[in-house]
């Protein structure tokens, strides 16, 4: 038995491509070290037929050993399935009973021979379900296991599990990053592909957020570790997919119920085959080809597939749900900053107050702003790159408002002019003239404000064009900033309405509003929207990455900031729709083909062992479909026409 679970070892490893977990690769060896068993008891009894006929009864004595090696575990599983109404075990139930009609009527090598084949077929089927999941699986392999932890100037190693927040960790080149952090020292290029599915690397330094799961490409970076490795992005967005995974569409609930009559009336239907043509084989071929393995995939192929597709796009889908609600959605609200401008702003003006220089006045505002995903914030720390600023203050960010920083007896604020004022601060002019502003007051003293240019993303008004070409009705933009600043921003592209100086709970009540009319699909950064992505119909952050409040927001969230991907998940919940429906069609008629085709005698049980699993290939097929948006396949005939114009040109005369 040693040697069978070897072989049922081996004949997994050439499948280490796919990433099967544990749990996979011992459920798969089990099942193939027990139709290995099966299969040299089996021989033997074969064998021993075969040179001594009067042996017959020890033969059937290891038929009936062969039978119960590979029929037990099948038959456990049915009576489990059976006593919790687990429709997911309709196969072993199915092919329990036949099994034990074919024992009862002595015709051992149909017993043997049915379950084995469904093993070995089964495989192959688990191997094509397997790698429609190398996008998540493959994902959990990026994160590195181990760290170097500098601990006064020396570096050890170390289980990445074991590192806190604080710590400080070195990156060296070709390293990759177990935790969440901020660079303290150095520069390097990130490969950040595998979580946003840009193919350029960034570069980072000083004062730069760095994420599990991506990979430094060249220099030396000393990291502070801001998460612990079990609440680092990296893993909440692979227990996200993998939660999204299991989820059942409204679908596969109908199915679900479906199965509830299926297996009563295959019995019947066997049962009555049986009683009038006396014929037991073709009854055992009814309960053999009726195995429902198809129905099983109708959803779950599909939302796998477009899980995978998602995610080599940078785009992680927390909820399934979002295919029912994408495919009617007639409305999309835009957040502005971060959203459909850049996100990195430009600083075009420094304005001192209290401050004695602007280095002062910088070095205050990243102490705080560094720890907050705010295009400002973000855009104040790029500023502060050279310079040596604090990193010790407490931070506390209020969405839509400002970042509170506390150290000791100072309290430093950085934000919106209503933010300070809310706090009692009085500002010294109105800004409403001047852009987007951002103020900093320290120990109540107001030090002075740096005024952003916020830049239209390059592929906004493309991503609009492509949203209305698509049927989205309406397109609105809502945001904090003044009027001036936000009629500038949308000028160049269409929108239908523009709702500015809003606070977050009046972008919600907005946002209720429109859902009263429209299927709502709310597109924002995650930070200071979050209510207004948990209230919308289908919520999508953008940019999302390293931001947990975005990933748990949003029912959708765009790791990078391509704004490409929102035309792409509308179309791509299409026709995971379309291949739902699709596969339900499929595998009804497959299996109600196969129970006739049984019936009168076509499909043998053992023919049926190797055909029942048809439906379930073409369901997988079928699903394999989902990778291909619309807009793919219409490129791909272009191309193919393309290609073929030169072929078909009538010849040039030669000169």
Request: charged share 25%.
């Amino acid at each position: 038995m040693k040697k069978i679970d070897h072989m049922a070892e081996e004949s997994l490893k050439d499948r280490s491509v796919t990433y099967i977990s544990d749990k996979d690769k011992k459920k798969l060896s089990g099942a193939i070290a027990s139709a290995a068993a099966a299969l040299v008891f089996f021989a033997a009894g074969l064998l021993l037929n075969r040179i001594d006929p009067a042996q017959a009864s020890v033969a059937e004595l290891l038929y009936l050993i062969s039978v119960l090696i590979i029929g037990i575990p099948v038959l456990a599983t049915a009576v489990k399935g059976l006593l919790h109404k687990d429709v997911s075990a309709s196969m072993e139930m199915l092919v329990s009973v036949a099994m034990l009609v074919a024992v009862l009527d002595g015709q051992f090598i149909v017993a043997v021979l049915i379950p084995v084949i469904l093993t070995v077929v089964h495989f192959f089927e688990e191997k094509s379900i397997m790698g429609g999941r190398d996008a998540i699986e493959g994902l959990k392999q990026m994160q590195a296991h181990s760290a170097l932890l500098l601990v006064d100037g020396k570096e050890r190693e170390v289980n990445a599990e074991t590192l806190k927040e604080g710590d400080v960790i070195l990156v060296k080149s070709g390293m990759a990053l177990p935790i969440d952090g901020t660079v303290l020292q150095g520069e390097a290029n990130m490969d950040q592909k595998s979580l946003t599915g840009e193919s350029l690397p960034k570069s980072v330094g000083k004062g730069d957020k760095v994420y599990a799961g991506t990979t430094s490409i060249d220099g030396l970076l000393t990291v502070r570790v801001d998460k612990a490795y079990e609440d680092t992005s990296f893993n909440r967005i692979v227990q996200l997919l993998e939660h999204a995974e299991e989820m059942k569409l409204p679908e596969a609930l109908l199915v679900d119920r479906f199965m509830k009559y299926y297996i009563p009336f295959v019995l019947a239907v066997a049962a009555l085959i049986w009683f009038f043509t006396k014929d037991i084989s073709r009854a055992v071929a009814v309960l053999v080809v009726s195995c429902p393995c198809g129905y099983m995939l109708v959803s779950s192929a599909p939302i796998i597939a477009a899980l995978g597709a998602a995610s080599k796009r940078g785009v992680l889908i927390k909820n399934p749900a979002f295919i029912e609600k994408l495919t009617q959605a007639d409305s999309f609200i835009f957040d502005k900053t971060g959203t459909i401008t850049n996100g990195t702003l430009e600083a075009v003006e420094i304005k001192r107050f209290a401050a004695e220089s602007e280095e002062e006045l910088l070095k205050t505002a990243a102490a705080v702003a560094h720890g907050s995903l705010h295009p400002a914030s973000k855009a104040i720390v790029r500023l502060c790159k050279e310079l040596d600023y604090d990193m010790d203050y407490t931070i506390t960010e209020t969405a839509g408002n400002g970042v509170t920083g506390k150290k000791n007896d100072d309290v430093i604020l950085l934000g919106s002019r209503r933010y300070l004022e809310k706090t009692g601060y009085a500002l010294p002019c109105d800004d409403a003239e001047t852009g987007s502003t951002t103020w900093v007051a320290k120990n109540e003293t107001v030090l002075g404000c740096v005024v952003f240019r916020d830049i239209l993303r390059d592929d906004a008004a493309q991503t609009f064009d492509a949203l209305r070409r698509i049927g989205v009705k309406r397109i609105s933009v809502m945001t904090g900033d003044n009027r001036v600043e936000a009629q500038k921003i949308t000028e160049s592209v269409s929108v239908d309405e523009l709702h500015c100086e809003l606070l977050p709970e009046q972008k919600l009540e907005l946002l209720k509003k429109e859902k009263e009319a429209h299927t709502v699909v709310m597109v924002g950064d995650g930070i200071n929207d979050s209510p207004a992505l948990r209230e919308a119909d289908v919520g999508v952050a953008m940019g999302a990455m390293g931001s947990n409040t975005a990933i748990e927001s949003a029912d959708i969230s765009l790791m990078n900031n391509t704004m490409s991907n929102l035309p792409f998940i509308v179309l791509l919940a299409r026709k995971t729709k379309d291949v739902i429906d699709q596969n339900i069609i499929i595998a009804f008629l497959t299996s109600f083909i196969m129970i006739f085709l049984a019936a009168i005698g076509v499909i043998s049980p053992i023919l049926g062992a190797f055909l029942h699993n048809a439906g379930a290939f073409i369901v997988l097929f079928n699903s394999a479909r989902v990778t291909k948006t619309e807009e793919e396949q219409e490129d791909e005939e272009d191309e193919e026409k393309e290609a073929e114009e030169p072929r078909n040109a009538p010849d040039e005369p030669a000169e």
